[in-house]
């Protein structure tokens, strides 16, 4: 559906993207993610035609659209602050882009009361003008503005940044259902790691103008292909050649000491029944305890590292900071890194010193 060919973007004399290669496929939810300045909103707007790229291609459904402006494109676009024209009532900001377009009145109407309710906005919305509703709401708006064309592509460029925490949990999923409702090839940007895995089908991960991985969520979460992925995405504790030379002891695991190794937060554990019969013990005290509700997380230093986990609130025992306490893992859960290059290790790696 989209194809990236070879992309390059420079702005005079910095290179914003020096070389991308991407492929979307039809009905995708993909996103672009990493942390601010890498590169993701310029790949996207490249994508849009708002930036024309120094390098390479740009395929839309086989077709070159390179250099074709960005109204030719077929796709909608909803912006970081929405773009919505706050002098105009919700009605007039959907039907801008067929006023554009110099539809009927008429088929101008049906289309916006369409795809107005199929983003759940009432008929006294549409009255309303825009100042007049909530953040949740103007979204909507957006996305119906965008989608009221019936592009092939929709592109949207961190719409939930503005939001509170809390209407932004809420209104991802209400995105993901809309498209999903509508099968829209969907480019998404964020630099919210929580966002990019509970809504895409895959992710491509942006480092400095560079795609470290693509791939699905847990694809991206689970099996990090470089050590830039494994610290962005989710939360891990950085592992030491002691630590890792004792796991090796007890098991015969055959890790590297020498790689950058890494344990996920949730692959440790205080309850040796909970990381399996292949899980095990280590000593270590408890730095510290933060309680958060529905669980408690710890820090246990074992053999120069610092353990993070968590630990559920179920009524269980609770360690207190200063005590004796064993840690629990899995050899198998451990990421490692080679140390110059960042790159995972395979097993074959793991077994030759680097």
Partial sequence: MI??????VTFGDFTA???LDLHVRPGEFFTLLGPSGCGKTTALRTLAGFIQPSGGTVHVDGKDVTRLPSDKRQVGMVFQNYALFPSMSVWENIAFGLRVRKEKPA???RL???IAGRVELSDEQLSKNVAELSGGQQQRVAVARALVLRPKILLLDEPLSNLDAKLRHQLRQQLKDLQSQFGITTVYVTH??????AMSDRVAVFNKGVVEQVGTPQEIYDHSATEFVCNFIGDSSALTPEFVTELNRLTGAGLSTDAKSYLRVEKASLNPAADGSAAVGLPG????RTYHGLHSRYVVRSHGAEIRLLVKEDGGAHPEPGTETTVYVQPAHVLQYHPGTGAALTREDQAVPL
């Avoid at 194809?3 to 390059?8: G, M, Q, S, T, V």
């Avoid at 919210?192 to 895995?197: I, M, P, R, T, V």
């Avoid at 005290?285 to 510290?288: N, R």
């Fill in 3 to 8: 194809r990236l060919d070879n992309i390059k």
């Fill in 17 to 19: 993207i020096p070389h």
């Fill in 107 to 109: 088929d101008s109407d």
């Fill in 112 to 114: 916006v009361r369409d």
């Fill in 192 to 197: 919210d790691q929580d966002e990019a895995l």
């Fill in 285 to 288: 005290t408890v730095a510290s």
